[in-house]
């Protein structure tokens, strides 16, 4: 049950970047990433409402709060941003794929965590496929700002893997975590629903994309991936949730038609064994 519950949540995120090419590709991607925000953060305390007697008492600190707030709003602009410049399939094995080499420098900067030699070889392995996926059709076509903004995005989202893991092992609830966490970055991103008319959320396209982003990959997939972690240990997960990058691969190229090499794949498959290997080796 948990390595489907994980499963079903890396089929939820890999949604996401075809979702917004395909319901709102005209749409800017700080306005859909803050409507994204703010319609899933409504779902994940709808949820955590049901779930309010396993609430318990302990809650994160405001300080952690805060700082799990901008890593979750940091993650959402810039990972839609660089979608919109350099493509879905590469914005997500590159967001993906960073997201253990930052989580390995913040939690020794925050906690003193010191990484393992093998951590090193597994971060060279996996910078090595971004590298590739990124310049599978060629030295000309490489977006550099594209692949920046998916790499912040990384860091964005292991900013809020190794702070909000502090309170989860002092026994917070993992829902409720999640969803103050991302009324935060809600509320941080507000204003950039402005950056574009917010009209195109009446839309039909606009609203059922927002809904499905708020909903699925959102509210359902983070509600999906926190039970499933409840019941298997973090490297099985590690390797079920590579699903995701396969998942937006296969949607990249089969809905929007995303022109895809032999070295795309080659490099997709180096980022995951790259993951795969640091996720195994770690204790």
Same mark, same amino acid.
């Given at each position: 049950m948990g390595i489907l519950a994980v499963l079903g949540s890396a089929l939820c995120f890999g949604t996401t970047g075809t979702t917004q090419q395909l319901g709102v590709p005209d749409i800017s991607p700080l306005a859909v990433g803050a409507a994204r925000l703010l319609c899933g953060s409504l779902f994940l305390f709808a949820f955590a409402y049901i779930q309010r007697s396993q609430r318990g008492s302990i809650r994160m600190s405001r300080r952690d709060l805060l700082i799990c707030g901008f890593g979750v709003a940091g993650y959402q602009l810039t990972f839609f941003s660089a979608v919109h410049i350099t493509g879905i399939a590469i914005s997500t094995v590159t967001a993906l794929g960073s997201v253990p080499t930052f989580s390995a420098i913040v939690a020794y900067l925050v906690m003193g965590e010191k990484p393992s030699k093998s951590w090193y070889l597994g971060t060279s392995v996996t910078i090595l496929g971004i590298i590739l996926v990124g310049t599978a059709n060629g030295i000309a076509e490489f977006k550099p700002l594209g692949i920046l903004l998916a790499a912040i995005a990384g860091f964005g989202f292991a900013v809020f893997n190794v702070v909000s893991r502090? +309170?989860?092992?002092?026994? =917070?609830?993992?829902?409720?975590?999640?969803?103050? +966490?991302?009324?935060?970055? =809600?509320?941080?991103t507000v204003p950039f629903l402005f950056a574009q008319n917010p009209e195109w959320i009446l839309t039909t396209k606009g609203g059922l994309s927002v809904l499905w982003l708020g909903l699925v990959p959102t509210a359902i997939g983070y509600f999906l991936f926190t039970s499933g972690l409840k019941k298997i240990d973090s490297s099985t997960a590690a390797t079920v949730v590579l699903a995701e990058p396969a998942t937006a691969t296969i949607l990249a190229a089969v809905?929007?038609?995303?022109?895809?090499?032999?070295?795309s794949y080659l490099g997709i498959a180096i980022v995951a064994a790259g993951i795969l290997y640091i996720s195994r080796a770690k204790p």
């Open positions: 502090k +309170s989860l092992a002092a026994g =917070a609830q993992d829902i409720w975590l999640t969803a103050t +966490s991302f009324g935060v970055a =809600a509320l941080i809905v929007i038609g995303e022109s895809l090499v032999l070295q």
